[in-house]
Nanobody, 124 residues
């Protein structure tokens, strides 16, 4: 499966953006999908994940209550709605997928497929 992240851009603090992760090549419906991000000079970190059924989600503490991950398997797309953005949310955001059960959502080793990132910049 090939993944393509989009929707990044410039937002003001307190604003919103919605990222999309579109899949091609195979149906995304059987994959567990996550978003990671990497800020300049920092390691890549887990942001949010969604089970292939869509019935279970997981979030990093830093985004809980502000970000929402969802999926539309009919459109082969996973979304990340980001509200109440903060300057510290500035990063390149990547979507990734795994075709098997994930033991640790926050471990990037769990995911076999990665898309190119989309840059999110939040100004204060």
């Amino acid at each position: 499966v090939q993944l393509q992240a989009s929707g990044g851009g410039l937002a003001q603090a307190g604003g919103s953006l919605r990222l999309s992760c579109a899949a091609s090549g195979r149906a995304l419906g059987k994959y567990n999908v996550v978003w990671f991000r990497q800020a300049p000079g920092k390691e890549r970190e887990f942001v949010a994940g969604i089970w292939w059924t869509g019935g279970s989600t997981n979030y990093a503490d830093s985004v809980t209550g502000r970000f929402t991950i969802s999926r539309d398997n009919a459109k082969n797309t996973v979304y990340l709605q980001m509200n109440s953005l903060k300057p510290e949310d500035t990063a390149v955001y990547y979507c990734a997928a795994a075709a098997r059960a994930v033991r640790r959502w926050d471990s990037d080793h769990e995911y076999d497929y990665w898309g190119l990132g989309t840059l999110v910049t939040v100004s204060s």
